[in-house]
């Protein structure tokens, strides 16, 4: 029985997903030991984002809202319910990156913007998913509690977004291209 080049590629797509997932999972060990280190570089956040560029919107979003639920039950960590908050957020910068990244040209400006847009859309997803578990719990969430949990406290891990992931993009995009040569 023969592979065609679609299930081929949706293979590798299933193989990479996983990789990143495993990522996720992984990643905050590493930044986890201080966990104010871990919130600011937020590493759960950089294998969804590559996995969108790789993968395309559905895997990525698949990876980001699966990866906070999947640590939560393995570890315990992203600590609920702030973690449900956080699976919204990192599927919707899978899907959101994942989008732009699909309908934009492939050049390293349109990486950057796709990145951007969906770092910024990610960020209001996790402050309304923040303000609804407020309301659901009768805790309490202002602006400020928002604008310090998607800002300036995850400042780092947003320049080290930008400084990593479109390089690695335009890497992965060059060996993809010299592999169809």
Known sequence: MQTTSLQR????KMLYSALF??????????TGQIQTVGNMLCPMHIPVLLCAFMCGPQWAAAVGFTAPLLRFALFTMPPMPNGIAMAFE??????VCGLMYKLLPKKIGYTYLSLIIAMIA??????AGM?????????????????????TGAVPGIILQIVLIPPLVLLFERYASSKKA
């Open 9 to 12: 590629t949706g293979l590798m």
């Open 21 to 30: 997932l495993a990522l996720a999972l992984v990643l905050p060990f590493l």
């Open 90 to 95: 990192l599927m919707t910068y899978g899907l």
């Open 122 to 127: 990610g960020r209001l997803i996790w402050g």
């Open 131 to 151: 303000l609804t578990i407020a309301g659901i719990t009768s805790g309490a969430f202002s602006l400020s509690a928002f604008w310090a949990g998607a800002v």
